[in-house]
């Protein structure tokens, strides 16, 4: 099997064609069928036939994994339930629920803004699975704060939830034409986590290739797939180190961004 490769089709109809037990790690950030507008994929499914196509790619996934690997995949809240019960009736093993917080949301007029996503953190096999907590430990509290002598020297693992900014319009590395895009730092901390340098990772909807790209940094072997010629072009540009050319603000700096609490002290002051 070839690695390092990124196909342009469905994903469902390339995963076929590859070998039983050949993936370590799958990250899968599907399109989440609440209308967003993709080149080419419809996200507005009726409801049986994105639950019925979530079984089929799941299923797939299922057949590839090494019995020691790991899925982690990501979801709005609309299907976070059924994707959930997918995963376990596939015969995947539960360890996490994690909430991405991504700091703020689109402004909503009726409701409160949304500005988190899960990501469904299962594994193929209960007791065999790589975790590589070492590689991902934070200073804890008990360290920073409390300088409580009982702290581990080396950290902590991370809570189940995550902060990391999305990637917004306005950022120097947003990639131009896609309305979604993974911040590189959630991928590193998830193959890091669950890979080992020279594993095979999956991700089946490659998008702008933010999956391929942090695991040909860390020194992992990826296979990527994007339905849509255009987006698969780019990911192969952005593989190729020619980011400039993809880049969706071609002048614009990193505006730095400030989270609804960093807000709520500063309106604070104001006062
Ligand atoms: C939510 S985006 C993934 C974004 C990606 N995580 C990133 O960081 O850029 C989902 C992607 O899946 C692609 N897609 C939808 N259906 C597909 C299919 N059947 N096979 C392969 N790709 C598909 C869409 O074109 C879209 O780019």
Same mark, same amino acid.
């Given at each position: 099997?070839?690695?390092?490769?990124?196909?342009?089709?469905?994903?469902?109809?390339?995963?076929?064609?590859?070998?039983?037990?050949?993936?370590?790690?799958?990250?899968?950030?599907?399109?989440?069928?609440?209308?967003?507008?993709?080149?080419?994929?419809?996200?507005?499914?009726?409801?049986?036939?994105?639950?019925k196509w979530?079984?089929?790619?799941?299923?797939?996934?299922?057949?590839?994994l090494k019995?020691?690997?790991?899925?982690?995949?990501?979801?709005?809240?609309?299907?976070?339930?059924?994707?959930?019960?997918?995963?376990?009736?596939?015969?995947?093993?539960?360890?996490?629920?994690?909430?991405?917080?991504?700091?703020?949301?689109?402004?909503? =007029?009726?409701?409160?803004?949304? @500005?988190?996503?899960?990501?469904?953190?299962? %594994?193929?096999? &209960?007791? #065999?699975? *790589?975790?590589?907590?070492?590689?991902?430990?934070?200073?804890?509290?008990?360290?920073?704060?409390?300088?409580?002598?009982?702290?581990?020297?080396?950290?902590?693992?991370?809570?189940?939830?995550?902060?990391?900014?999305?990637?917004?319009?306005?950022?120097?590395?947003?990639?131009?034409?896609?309305?979604?895009?993974?911040?590189?730092?959630?991928?590193?901390?998830?193959?890091?986590?669950?890979?080992?340098?020279?594993?095979?990772?999956?991700?089946p909807f490659?998008?702008?290739?933010?999956?391929?790209?942090?695991?040909?940094?860390?020194?992992?072997?990826?296979?990527?797939?994007?339905?849509?010629?255009?987006?698969?072009?780019?990911?192969?540009? =952005?593989?190729?180190?020619?980011? @400039?050319?993809?880049?969706?603000?071609?002048? %614009?700096?990193? &505006?730095? #961004?400030? *989270?609804?609490?960093?807000?709520?002290?500063?309106?604070?002051?104001?006062?």
């Amino acid at each position: 099997m070839k690695v390092n490769k990124v196909y342009l089709g469905d994903c469902i109809e390339i995963m076929k064609s590859l070998p039983d037990k050949s993936i370590d790690l799958v990250f899968a950030d599907p399109p989440f069928n609440i209308g967003i507008k993709y080149d080419t994929h419809n996200d507005n499914m009726p409801y049986e036939e994105y639950y019925k196509w979530s079984e089929k790619w799941i299923g797939e996934i299922g057949r590839l994994l090494k019995n020691n690997g790991t899925i982690y995949i990501a979801i709005g809240d609309e299907f976070a339930a059924e994707i959930n019960i997918i995963l376990k009736k596939a015969g995947f093993y539960f360890r996490n629920w994690i909430t991405w917080y991504y700091t703020f949301g689109q402004n909503q =007029r009726k409701k409160f803004n949304r @500005a988190h996503t899960h990501i469904l953190y299962f %594994v193929k096999d &209960k007791k #065999q699975f *790589t975790f590589n907590d070492k590689n991902i430990r934070i200073p804890s509290a008990r360290q920073l704060i409390y300088k409580d002598k009982r702290a581990n020297p080396i950290g902590k693992i991370p809570d189940d939830v995550w902060q990391f900014s999305r990637v917004c319009g306005t950022f120097k590395e947003r990639i131009e034409k896609h309305p979604c895009q993974m911040p590189e730092d959630l991928l590193k901390l998830i193959i890091k986590a669950s890979s080992n340098e020279g594993d095979l990772i999956l991700d089946p909807f490659g998008g702008t290739g933010t999956t391929a790209m942090v695991a040909k940094r860390l020194k992992r072997n990826f296979i990527t797939m994007e339905i849509s010629e255009e987006y698969y072009n780019a990911i192969l540009k =952005r593989l190729d180190g020619k980011v @400039a050319e993809i880049r969706k603000n071609k002048k %614009v700096e990193f &505006k730095e #961004q400030i *989270t609804l609490f960093d807000a709520m002290r500063l309106s604070q002051k104001l006062r």
